[in-house]
């Protein structure tokens, strides 16, 4: 299988980093292949370095919205569940 460039996406946070990334190894590996806007970022070391911390902020923050969400529905379910069970022990009595 002959193939000039390659792309594996995965989730929307992580495209953009994995773009990125391709861009650079086509930059670096066929120059030719890649416009000059992108080429002279792509091979950028602090351009590099700060896309990168902004991306891995932008996951670490996905991440934590993630969790608090979780720990949000977990708390929502367990308050109807004790109320529901409250309410069942009165109306038993």
């Known amino acids: 299988m002959i193939i000039t460039s390659f792309f594996f996406l995965r989730s929307p946070i992580r495209r953009y980093a994995d773009i990125i990334v391709h ?3 086509i930059a670096s590996l066929n120059p030719h292949l890649v416009d000059n806007r992108f080429k002279n970022n792509v091979l950028n070391s602090s351009w590099v370095e700060e896309t990168s911390d902004h991306l891995n902020q932008k996951n670490r923050n996905s991440k934590y919205a993630q969790k608090d969400s979780t720990e949000l529905f977990e708390c929502l379910y367990i308050m109807k569940e004790v109320h529901f ?5 009165i109306i038993m009595k």
């Open 85 to 89: 069970t409250l309410f069942e022990k």
């Open 23 to 25: 861009r650079q190894l």
